[in-house]
């Protein structure tokens, strides 16, 4: 929780604080589903979600920081990433943007490559300019009641706005039943949200096929996407997938 500090390395190399760097495997979720990508999973978050399916990324009561998360140079990640080739990268977490000084020199890495950069947020924090030039999508995930976090702290009006006017995000809510679309449809309309992607929430495929069926026809209604967890419909809970 809170500020995640950036640590220099004797040549003044910026590093990140990691969870695991994976792929090639495929983005799951969102407008970009299907494409073969390589992640870099960040560890540590400012929210404690109820349902989160990546805990061990700042869960200390359940996990050991010292066994899940690593200090790794921006340089040695971009390396991990050149031996899976991607033509998209997926910058997710834990909370990226806790990490923002030493994102913008890995985006600036993917850039020069030609790969595309997506980072998913939960929407609580404004990126900095520098970096909001380097992303090409921003996946924000702003938080229900069902996260089990207090409104103040998921939902940051100023951050949706700042969000909404850069042209390159979409917004992607998790959602466990029906129920919880008005909820939906109450911040997207309070904060003039889109375009607006449904998650059905899920770590098994049979919990994610179910929902998504149910989900299919009301969201159909009002107008929004759909979009699966396809790397539980392929592999379940396995990490690193």
């Not at 309070?190 to 929902?211: C, I, K, N, Q, Y």
């Amino acid at each position: 929780m809170g500020r995640v500090p950036t640590r220099l390395t004797a040549d003044r190399a910026p590093e990140l604080v990691v969870s695991e760097v994976f792929g090639p495997t495929f983005q799951g979720e969102g407008p970009s589903v299907g494409r073969r990508a390589g992640f870099v999973r960040l560890g540590r978050c400012n929210l404690d979600c109820t349902f989160c399916d990546t805990a061990y990324t700042w869960d200390w009561e359940r996990y050991d920081p010292a066994a899940e998360l690593r200090h790794e140079a921006v340089a040695a990640v971009v390396a991990e990433l050149e031996a899976m080739a991607p033509e998209l990268v997926v910058v997710t977490g834990g909370e990226p943007l806790l990490q923002q000084r030493s994102l913008v020199p890995l985006a600036e890495q993917c850039r020069a490559r030609e790969w595309g950069v997506e980072v998913e947020t939960n929407g609580t924090r404004i990126p900095e300019p520098r970096l909001v030039d380097l992303v090409t999508q921003w996946n924000v995930s702003p938080k229900l009641a069902n996260s089990g976090v207090a409104l103040a702290d998921r939902i940051r009006p100023e951050v949706l706005a700042a969000f909404q006017a850069m042209g390159r995000a979409v917004f992607k809510f998790v959602v466990a039943s029906e129920d919880d679309l008005d909820e939906v449809a109450a911040v997207v309309e309070g904060h003039a949200l889109a375009p607006v992607w449904v998650m059905p929430e899920g770590t098994d495929p049979a919990t994610v096929l179910e929902r998504s069926r149910r989900l299919a026809d009301p969201v159909l209604r009002r107008g929004w996407n759909l979009t699966p967890r396809l790397h539980v419909l392929l592999w379940g809970d396995q990490r690193g997938r």
